[in-house]
Structure formats: C-alpha cells, structure tokens
C-alpha cells in the first residue's frame, strides 16, 4: 500500500515549513525536471509533423517505480511545441488495453478534428490534421477524451502540454525572462499503480496525496537570471492551485488562450483543473522561495462532507516547487505592455443562455440544465457568426470549472462583479452558489462538439452537454 499518505505528507509539509534545514536539503537533491519535447519534423517551412503514442510504461516517481498510462513513456507526456501559422500532422496511436483519444485541450481547431465522440480500440491510429491560428499562442494541453473513462486516465497519468509560440517572441523583456513549464498534477499510486477511485473520489473529484510538478515532488529551481516566465498548466482531475510565492508578487501575462495587453499584478493565483496561467516573477532578495498551494475550500459533494477520503476541501498548506536564488542574478524589467494590438472586448454583451449546474448527491449524477449528458442529444444549438453570452449559476455546494472546447470566450462577470480586463479563456471556475457570465464568439468553424465541468469526474457522471454550430 502506500509509503506515504497523505497525513505524512502533510507531515512533511509541515517540517519543511519549520526547518531551514530541511528545505536546503530538498534543494540540494531534486532540481525541477524539464518535460521531454517531443520529436517534430518539418519536412516543409510551416508544416510539423508529429507521432503521440499512448501506452503504459514505468516511470520514477518520487524515489519509486510506478506503472502509469503515458503519452511516448513519459509523465507528464511530452512538449509539443508549435507556432502560430502551422500546419500540423499529428498522428496519434492507442496501444494501451483499452479505447482512448486524443484531445487538444483549448486549440481552436474543426470540430470534426478535435472530436471527442470518436474513440480509438487498442492498435488504432489517427490522423490530426489542423491548423494554428494567427493570434492564439499560449500554453494548452492534451488528454484523454472518452466519456465515463476521462477521470481514470487522466489520473493514470494521460496529458501534456502544448506550448503555441507567437508574437510573444518579439516582446524582448519577455524573451529574456528564464522561461519554465510548471505542469501541476498530482497522483496517488495503490503498490505501484494509480490507485483506484473510491466512492468519494466520484462525487468530490479525486486528489492524490503526491503532489507533483512535472511529475516531480517538491523540486528545486535555480534560475540564472529573472524575471521567471512560469507557465502553468493544471492537468490534475479536481485539484485547485491557489499559487502563491513566498515574498514576490506574480505579474500575470496569460490565460488559457494567450498573452494578455498588459501584466496585471497579483499576490496570489487560483488555477482550477484545466486551466493555465503564465506568471513573470521577478526575482526579489536572496535566499529560498517556495511556490506554494495555499488552502482553498472547494466545496463538497454532500453525504459525508468533511470526511471525503483525499478530500476536496484542503485545509494546508503544500509547497510545490522551491525557487533558490543564492545570490543576485541579471534581471531583466517587466515589460509594461505585452501585446501591441488591444484584445477585443466582449464583456458588455447582455445574456442568452441559461447553464445550471446542478447534482443529485446520492444519485452519483451531475446534470447541466437538470440533464445528464447524452450523446445523441444536441442541447445548445448556435448560429455560426454569432455572439452569445452564457450565464452559468452554479446550484450545487462546490466549485466547477467549466469548460468549452475548440471556442474561446471572455469572462464577463463572476457574481456580479464585471471582470477587470479583456482576456481569451477556456475554462472558468464557477464557485458554488455564483454565477458566472462569458461571451462566446462562433466565427468559424461549424460543427458538433462539447462543453463540460473540469472535475472529470462530474464529467464522466454526466455534467456534460452537447452544442452544435
Ligand atoms: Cu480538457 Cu473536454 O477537456
Ligand atoms: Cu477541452
Ligand atoms: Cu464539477
């Protein structure tokens, strides 16, 4: 069973917070790994070509062997790294013992590509062919798609990033920051296997006591110069990331879909399940930094609330990454502006749609407008060309992150509140209780596809629904 629960590692967590000694022994050991980028050729200038291969494999974890489902034998899977204009060829392979595919979490793309409805048997291979848009660089991801199997395979350790590279590259403050991907995602291993979903895991969301960056535990980062551009990806299945660093303030440049016009300063950052963010931190002072997950209460599903083995609400503090500047280090400025073109803004748009969100506790479902997900059923049919803003409210006692595919929208307001500044997103969490409004453009691109909560769990029970442009 496991070396380490959660209780020691909580355990840990807390000597670590109380002994210097402690830390610099940790940042001594693990400095934090670089994801593998996976091979591309470009047999053309703007046309990649590149293999995914989905199978299971051994991979290090946290000083032990585990046997994880893997994207090309690595976890997190490897980088697939593309520019604005390209026109890819992925090819990806199932040779795992059961049907999966491929989705291209936030890539703006046919429907009839990035299709969630098609399933892959063991030894199948498919064909992606797309293109990347002009104006969509930014970090997003790929995982599993398979209705009622997504939670099991994403915890088994199915996704990786993709990183769309664009006019980001002639903002020179923002090519001389030391660039890092920050996978947050975090697991629970039964001997030497992802360990099984308890009961609680369905209704809550499953966590896992290890919680890993780039599948490494509480690594270390010695930069050799700042600011520190962090891309973050929360590829977890229902944990929240309230992102704080110890005596620095974040400068945040990106959301799901790209750049922002200008960095808006924070002292903290909540990335729910599916969502990215990209951070400049300017290196401040010398000595030990911890990147930190701060508590954030997320509600719970009902029946035993509070006593949900792995838990949904947590109550501690976990350090994830520590950030070791021994001594001064050449930093480069924030840059005032990121983008030279304004983002359009979307956020005055007035209401269509109605989005409850809403579960029956002890009937394992979540529902969307009281309905379970069905396949064979359009519920939202929209006009292509048009712009409609959809108002979600949240009915239920947790938190939901929720998600569309293939079409960016803006958050236009969260209980009330109108939000701040203009920016391209693809997931939104909806706190319980709140409601939440975005404005979704349908410029191109017809076809069927899916909206759905990011705690994959809810997904597989239902919390799901179908839009056909
Ligand atoms: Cu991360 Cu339906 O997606
Ligand atoms: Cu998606
Ligand atoms: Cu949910």
Known sequence: MHSLTRRSILKIAAASLASPLL????????????????????PEPGIVEAHLVAAWGEVAI?????????????????????????????????????PTNL???????????????????????????????????GTFWYHPHIHGSVAEQLFAGLAGPIIIGGPDRYVSALRRAESHLVVLKDLSLAGDSPAPHS??????????????????????????????RLRLLNASNARYYRLHVEEHPLHLIATDGGLLESPVVLDELLLAPGERAEVLVPLQGTGDFRLLDLPYDRGSGGMHGGHHGGG????????????????ELPQARIPERILH?????????????????????????FTINGQSFDESRVDVRATPGSTEVWEIRNLTAMDHPFHLHIYPFQVVSRGGAPEPYSSWKDVVNVRAGE?????????????????HCHIVEHEDLGMMGVLEV
């Open 23 to 42: 830390r610099n022994a940790a940042a001594a050991t693990l400095p934090l790994p670089a994801l593998p980028l996976l091979p591309v050729d470009r």
């Open 62 to 98: 946290a000083g032990r062997t585990a046997r994880l489902q893997t994207y090309n034998g690595s976890f997190p899977g490897p980088v697939l790294r593309l520019r604005e204009g390209d026109q890819v060829r992925l090819r990806f392979t199932n040779l795992l013992d059961e």
């Open 103 to 137: 989705h291209l979490h936030g890539l703006h793309m046919s429907p009839a590509v990035d299709d969630p409805f098609r399933e892959l048997d063991p030894g199948e291979t498919a064909l992606l062919e797309f293109a990347i848009p002009y104006g969509t660089a």
């Open 199 to 228: 009961m609680f895991d369905w209704m809550n969301g499953k966590e896992g006591d290890l919680v890993l960056v780039n599948g490494a535990l509480q690594p270390t980062l010695s930069p050799a110069r700042g600011p520190l």
């Open 312 to 327: 949904s609400a947590s109550a501690a503090t976990i350090p994830l990454l520590t950030i070791s500047v021994p001594r």
């Open 341 to 365: 073109e304004p983002i359009e803004n979307l956020r005055a748009a007035t209401p269509a749609r109605r989005f409850d969100l809403g579960g029956h506790g002890m009937g394992w479902q």
């Open 435 to 451: 409601v939440v409004r975005i404005a979704v453009p349908f410029r191109d691109f017809r076809g069927k596809t899916v909206f």
